[in-house]
């Protein structure tokens, strides 16, 4: 109390006249050790909203005192506070990477934030962040949202409102209309906001990035500055329409009255999503010379290397995959020593979590054991592809020499990995064995004949069957054999897992395999001798 309670004053005995003295730069330092070493809190785990966030302001003052935002902005904002308030313990954000974002401004940057897109809440939590933290100097942005939110009765004019615009999905061509609409908006210098991946990833992967918009923007000849901004959830809002999704539901419209009725939810406690953190990749440069496709692929990189797991992620997976010696401790240290990060969560009840969500968060962190897994089983077909689709972000330095030594980090790799192969055969197996036509095979429809296979994997592993020209994509939808149909059998037995450890031989290509042991149901990890019974496999060798 000495020191906070009464006035000092300093002076120098020597005359201060240093140029390079800046007063701002001096301010910043003093609150950065007085937030780090006296109040003990880490600013890259910085609070800004949540159940346990209090900067002692009512929120219809908070949000009228802020520097910018129009009414419906400020509205939005209050709403949101309190929302936030309802369903988060704690919103975060990593601090010093949107400074260091920001260092890389000039007077005339165009600031083009590009986040990850796992739900409806990715729109607001950007917004959420710039419209609080104006310290960050980033404006509030005008967000690209698809066209089917302007058909939503008042809340489509809202939005627009709060600095929406609307585009259509799946053009494939240039549309003159947006492309006017990012001239205008980048003329005026307006922040941009739009999601690379397209749609929400129902399964938290990281998607297939789409270019068009970057085009778009390059063809301004405006300079502009990528922010990569990864949102890291323990859980997603939506968790319940993306499970009907995985088990091979279709999309559901996009109605007012279901967003009335999850308000009801959330005002009442009943959704509770945890932890959500925000971190800002490193900025990326576009200008006319930048190649957009490399340009998109390392944004993918900079948002799997941000997006972060959380402990409730992991004791959901040891929860459903017990593996001797291995707890969170050990687990979290392991993704750490990797590149990974883990944020610290108090969300509980991993055990009443559905398997199909939990096998959703492994994208978060498995990516940092894909060295591991190329190395313990380099000629795997399912590895190599799920790797090669799944990978965006280089691996950090893994001693992969050691791997062998270590069992525990075997069975990790086990646990994340034989799933995988197992449905990559299951599907070869379907395939060889269904009476449906394949012309109207979906892997919807594969899912729903088969719920145990997790949806991501069906899709890959037909993708990889196709690439391959064991299938063939018909235009519309379905399937037809290709011309290497009869090399079903070959692959499936090169994707099976080995059952024998991973310092013995894994297999031998070609080798022929019988069902020896098919106690799983799964027949996961020996191969199969079948036969067909489709009329279109007839006559292959399978």
Not at 51 to 75: F, T
Not at 233 to 257: C, H
Request: one cysteine or more; proline letters at 6%.
């Amino acid at each position: 109390p000495y020191f906070t309670h009464n006035t000092f004053r300093f002076e120098s005995s020597e005359k201060f006249d240093d140029p390079a003295f800046e007063p701002q730069t001096y301010v910043e330092l003093v609150c950065r050790g007085f937030y780090r070493n006296l109040v003990r809190k880490d600013e890259h785990r910085m609070e800004v909203a949540g159940a346990r966030h209090s900067d002692g302001k009512a929120d219809a003052r908070w949000a009228l005192d802020q520097p910018d935002g129009n009414w419906a902005i400020r509205g939005a904002a209050y709403t949101m506070r309190k929302a936030l308030r309802k369903m988060t313990r704690r919103v975060t954000f990593d601090r010093p990477s949107f400074r260091a974002a920001q260092m890389m401004a000039r007077d005339d940057t165009l600031f083009v934030i590009i986040p990850t897109h796992r739900s409806y809440m990715d729109f607001l939590v950007c917004s959420y962040l710039f419209f609080a933290r104006s310290d960050l100097n980033i404006p509030i942005p005008h967000i690209a949202a698809a066209e089917e939110f302007s058909r939503i009765p008042v809340l489509g004019w809202l939005f627009q409102q709060t600095h929406a615009f609307y585009i259509k999905r799946g053009v494939g061509r240039e549309d003159p209309d947006l492309s006017n609409q990012i001239q205008q908006l980048v003329e005026r210098r307006q922040t941009l906001e739009f999601f690379i991946e397209g749609t929400r990833s129902r399964s938290r992967q990281f998607m297939r990035p789409r270019r068009g918009l970057l085009r778009a923007i390059q063809s301004t000849g405006q300079r502009a500055v990528i922010l990569p901004v990864a949102i890291t959830y323990d859980r997603v809002p939506e968790e319940q329409t993306f499970l009907r999704e995985l088990q091979g539901e279709g999309k559901p419209a996009m109605q007012l009255r279901k967003l009335l009725m999850w308000t009801g939810k959330m005002l009442t406690g009943a959704v509770d999503i945890g932890h959500v953190h925000v971190t800002c990749g490193d900025p990326l440069l576009l200008d006319e010379e930048t190649d957009v496709h490399g340009l998109a692929v390392e944004i993918m990189a900079q948002l799997q290397m941000h997006t972060a797991a959380t402990t409730h992620h992991l004791r959901c997976f040891l929860a459903r995959n017990p593996i001797a010696g291995v707890d969170e401790a050990m687990l979290r240290a392991a993704i750490e020593a990797r590149g990974g990060v883990v944020l610290d969560s108090d969300l509980r009840g991993e055990h009443g979590v559905d398997p199909e969500i939990e096998r959703t968060m492994r994208y978060h962190w498995m990516h940092l054991f894909y060295p591991e897994a190329r190395k313990l089983l380099p000629d795997n077909p399912a590895i190599r592809h799920h790797c090669e689709v799944n990978g965006y972000a280089p691996a950090a330095h893994v001693d992969l020499a050691r791997v062998p030594a270590s069992p525990a980090m075997v069975a990790v790799i086990d646990a994340l990995f034989r799933p995988i192969c197992e449905e990559y055969v299951a599907v070869a197996r379907f395939l060889a064995e269904t009476t449906l036509p394949l012309g109207e095979l979906t892997c919807s429809r594969i899912v729903k004949e088969r719920p145990a296979l997790h949806l991501p994997n069906v899709e890959a592993a037909m993708e990889d069957l196709c690439e391959r020209d064991v299938l063939q994509p018909l235009q519309g939808g379905g399937f037809a054999w290709g011309s290497k149909a009869s090399e079903l059998s070959a692959w499936a037995t090169a994707c099976a897992w080995p059952s024998s450890t991973p310092e013995a031989p894994l297999y031998r290509r070609g080798e022929a395999l019988r069902q020896e042991d098919a106690s799983d149901g799964e027949g996961a990890a020996h191969g199969f001798d079948w036969v067909p019974r489709s009329p279109l496999a007839r006559g292959a060798t399978l």
